[in-house]
């Protein structure tokens, strides 16, 4: 039972961690009326709780392997109360930045679920299991929508201070509930980073998460003071719309995770930041309150997909170091959420337009696209070249004159001569003078009409023991129907 109880348990912690996260910037319309903000430091009072909750994000994705969610979320909970505290109270801009930095542990806790939740389920669910803890996004949505309508009736600083009886709530809730003897993963944290730095692909996620997470989590920050300065919206009215957006993308990353449970996760990728790219574009034009919101809503859709599936795509690739990887791109995709706000603001100064900062996101987003396509081709020159690699039976690549190109390991070890010793030579260093030069030119004769040939030959090691061989030989052809290559394959079926 208390197994059963995790996914919910751990996706109404990450509701709550992300609540307090976005607490500045969903109450910035009223704060402004009561703390003197500069212009140009709005976006650096609500970009601050990013930095520590992305950075956060790594220590935290190991310590959940460590010492389990129980202890991360209990522990983190109850840090919150302090800054939470402190911004009720805050009266300069100074105030906010202070409380904003620590905050950051509301967001940071996204890697503690999407580390320990894996445990629970077989493979072939984490891809819907982490999209179903990613609804824990709606905690954005709902300080979005909520804390204005509260506001306004008990003003901001006791809508915060509400806060403080919702984080004891969720800290009692995981002392009680939350799983006790969880596995636990204590490998150390140095270790672990060594173990996949190196790999490629975990840049490569980064970089997707950053842009995917980081364009959901800047709309967020950005639309409520946008909406209002911009169009002219009412606070609540803006809030609302912003909610609207958080929940679209949050419905969104369940689905992303249940679609790469089934399909190809690299294709659902490029057709995520073709999305992305496509609506950026459109923003980038200064449209309407009308087009503005097609355009959103197509991010909100396109992040939200692209959320779910990269985090089926970690412990895919990553299952036994997903503590610290979790960590690594979720981090980048909490700072993917704090440069687009400093960015659009920086270009809205010196050009009184978002237009090209809606542009750059928009290239950023088609050179990502560029690069999925470009990983999708590279995993599958891997996986061929893990098949040869491993495959029981000999394997030799000629070019059209019958040169040697490659072979596998298999056919060193039948034959007893390495890759290097044979490329650039004639398959006849392997005859044992036994079949007729008719044998041969019968053989040649079917595979030049039939464009393959299966038979058995007698060849001889390099050690010059004979064996007997049974072997297929096919051709590939290019697009104009012209041989380039011969392929053989073969198994050593010499008598006993």
């Known amino acids: 039972m208390n197994k059963k109880v995790q996914l919910p348990l751990q996706t109404a912690n990450l509701v709550v961690g992300f609540m307090v996260w976005v607490l500045i910037s969903s109450l910035l319309p009223f704060i402004r009326e009561d703390i003197a903000i500069p212009t140009e430091k709005l976006a650096m009072v609500t970009a601050v709780p990013i930095v520590l909750g992305s950075i956060l994000r790594i220590p935290l994705g190991y310590y959940a392997n460590a010492f389990g969610a129980r202890i991360i979320f209990l522990v983190s909970f109850i840090l919150l109360l302090f800054p939470v505290f402190y911004i009720s109270a805050a009266s300069t801009f100074t105030h906010l930045i202070i409380g904003g930095t620590f905050l950051g542990i509301g967001g940071a806790v996204f890697s503690v679920g999407v580390t320990s939740l894996p445990k629970y389920y077989p493979k072939e669910k984490h891809g819907l299991v982490n999209g179903i803890y990613g609804i824990g996004n709606m905690g954005t949505a709902i300080s979005t929508f909520a804390a204005p309508v509260i506001a306004t009736q008990v003003g901001w600083s006791m809508t915060v201070k509400l806060y403080l009886v919702l984080l004891l709530i969720f800290a009692a809730l995981n002392f009680i509930f939350g799983d006790k003897h969880e596995v636990k993963v204590k490998t150390p944290i140095v270790e672990q980073i060594k173990n996949v730095y190196k790999n490629e692909k975990l840049w490569f996620f980064s970089l997707f998460y950053f842009i995917t997470f980081g364009s959901f989590v800047a709309f967020t920050i950005f639309l409520p003071n946008f909406l209002v300065t911009y169009f002219e919206l009412e606070k609540v009215d803006a809030g609302m719309r912003t909610a609207v957006f958080i929940a679209v993308a949050t419905f969104m990353r369940p689905v992303g995770g249940w679609l790469a449970d089934k399909f190809q996760p690299l294709f659902l990728l490029m057709g995520v930041f073709s999305g992305l790219t496509f609506a950026a574009v459109i923003l980038a034009f200064s449209p309407s309150i009308a087009l503005y919101t097609v355009g959103s809503m197509i991010i909100a859709i396109c992040a939200g997909t692209g959320n779910?599936?990269?985090?089926?795509?970690?412990?895919?690739?990553?299952?036994?170091?997903?503590?610290?990887?979790?960590?690594?791109?979720?981090?980048?995709?909490?700072?993917?959420?704090?440069?687009?706000?400093l960015l659009l603001s920086v270009v809205h100064t010196m050009t009184g337009s978002y237009s090209i900062g809606f542009m750059a996101f928009s290239q950023v987003a088609l050179a990502s696209l560029v690069l999925v396509v470009w990983l999708y081709y590279m995993d599958r020159l891997s996986l061929a070249s893990e098949v040869f690699d491993s495959t029981g039976q000999g394997i030799m690549v000629t070019d059209a004159s019958g040169t040697i190109e490659t072979v596998n390991p298999a056919f060193t070890r039948l034959t007893g001569y390495s890759e290097e010793e044979v490329i650039g030579k004639n398959p006849n260093i392997l005859s044992s003078g036994?079949?007729?030069?008719?044998?041969?030119?019968?053989?040649?004769?079917?595979?030049?009409?039939e464009g393959m040939w299966q038979g058995q030959l007698w060849n001889k090691r390099k050690n010059g023991e004979e064996y007997l061989e049974l072997i297929s030989i096919s051709t590939i052809k290019d697009n104009t129907g012209d041989v380039v290559r011969y392929v053989g394959t073969f198994s050593d079926i010499t008598p006993e």
């Open 308 to 341: 779910g599936v990269i985090f089926k795509l970690v412990p895919l690739y990553f299952n036994k170091q997903a503590g610290i990887v979790n960590g690594i791109v979720s981090m980048m995709g909490g700072l993917g959420g704090f440069f687009p706000p």
């Open 434 to 449: 036994r079949q007729s030069s008719e044998f041969y030119t019968t053989m040649w004769g079917q595979i030049g009409l």
